[in-house]
């Protein structure tokens, strides 16, 4: 597969440069003017963790301003002609609107509201027959694997006998890379045969893994257990074919012209991120990496994990349950043991980020849901369609 496409329309290229730089110009009066000093690691990125254009950011001395602008441009892209990028770009400057207005405190919106208002996803935690129907999966897969007692002494047992010992953690993880890369190429024909990436293990960190596109690096937290299947998660999740590939592609689209200029930055807590996400939780998927009855366990147990993201947020910061509560849950429900815990909690407390989780699983399914219905000889179409385009998870569902 090739990245040529059709031509950005001049007015579309017209509108995306000038809410770039509305965008840039947001981001730098949130830094300015941010006083949460948790979790540096988090704090560091502010609303734009990429910015791969050579846009100057508009300058702004008030979130009213912000806001009136902001307004402006949504009213504009009701003239672009193309109907799925008319949809994307009102949904996503309103997410941008409620954004500045929550950040502002001009709008008290209790934690649901914000999360639907933001990400434009489904607010409502998992319930429990909903995560019934996941450990019944889980536990059916690893009494294949042989293993005895309650699903929480198999998931142990399995994890035990998975695991990745943590001076190997690195060496394991560029060989996943170079095999992942040469499968995206192969099975989805981007041309990133020329993209690096080296993993480095971090510590005290509030995530699992994080892609540094700018970078070319991998950084995975050190202070967390792994398994051989969870690596392959991470790797197609952050790199091949996640974030890595995802923002490849877009940087040589709207190098070239092919998409809006927006394509190359990355913005928190927006329409867009539940897909960027998506894409990556998907990834194993997409490259067929999904092969094995350990990586059937981990496909189903990442699940578990990630509504349990979900359903913490929810419960700290809508039902208001205590940490000792969300902590035996996380337990409970998502097998963590007290580093995964504490990790968790930490990115739940960061008041950007706390909204942000539900990106993850919204993301998940938004993808999964149009991935799995189309048939085999489809398949390319759709990754055309969802890496050379803007999403939101509503604008996927428009493939057809």
């Given amino acids: ?144 694997k042989g293993f005895k007692g309650s699903l929480a002494d198999k998931v142990q047992k399995w994890e035990e006998e998975q695991n ?33 990436v080296t993993p480095k293990a971090i510590y005290n960190v509030p995530y699992s893994a994080y892609c540094d596109y700018v970078n070319q690096s991998m950084y995975v937290n050190g202070d967390l257990r792994y398994t051989y299947a969870s690596l392959k998660h991470l790797v197609t999740h952050e790199s091949f074919p996640g974030h890595t590939t995802h923002m490849r592609v877009r940087e040589l689209l709207t190098n070239s012209g092919d998409m809006p200029l927006d394509a190359a930055l990355v913005i928190t807590n927006t329409a867009s991120s539940s897909v960027f996400e998506g894409i990556g939780d998907n990834g194993a998927l997409f490259v067929d990496w999904v ?42 429900f998502a097998f963590g043991d007290d580093n995964w815990i504490d990790s968790r909690l930490r990115f739940f407390n960061h008041s950007l980020r706390a909204p942000f989780i539900y990106a993850y699983w919204r993301g998940n399914q938004a993808v999964n849901e149009v991935y799995t219905r189309i048939s085999p000889e489809r398949k390319q179409d759709f990754f055309k369609y969802l890496y050379h385009n803007m999403h939101s998870a509503d604008t996927i569902k428009q493939f057809s």
């Avoid at 990745?164 to 989805?188: C, F, I, N, Y």
């Avoid at 699940?303 to 035996?328: D, F, P």
């Fill in 1 to 144: 597969m090739s990245v040529s496409s059709k031509k950005v329309t001049d007015l579309d290229l017209k509108l995306s440069q000038e809410y770039v730089q509305i965008v840039l110009g947001i981001d730098a009066f949130y830094r300015s003017s941010n006083q949460e000093s948790s979790e540096a690691e988090l704090a560091k990125e502010g609303l734009v963790p990429i910015n791969l254009t050579n846009e100057y950011p508009r300058y702004y001395s008030s979130w009213d301003g912000i806001i009136e602008d902001l307004n402006e441009i949504r009213i504009k892209y009701l003239n672009v002609n193309d109907e799925m990028r008319r949809n994307y770009m009102q949904q996503q400057v309103g997410s941008l609107i409620s954004l500045a207005k929550w950040v502002a405190k001009k709008d008290d919106y209790p934690f649901r509201e914000v999360v639907r208002s933001l990400l434009y996803v489904n607010e409502n935690p998992l319930v429990q027959s909903e995560r019934d129907i996941l450990h019944h999966k889980l536990n059916d897969l690893l009494s294949r």
């Fill in 164 to 196: 990745v010992p943590s001076r190997e953690l690195e060496s394991v993880l560029k060989d996943l890379l170079a095999s992942a890369k040469e499968q995206v190429v192969k099975k989805m024909g981007f041309p990133i045969e020329d993209v690096k």
């Fill in 291 to 332: 092969d094995s009855i350990d990586d059937e366990i981990y496909f189903v147990f990442q699940r578990i994990r990630s509504i349990s993201g979900l359903n913490a947020a929810h419960m700290l910061h809508s039902e208001q349950k205590s940490e000792e509560e969300v902590r035996t849950f996380l337990k409970e």
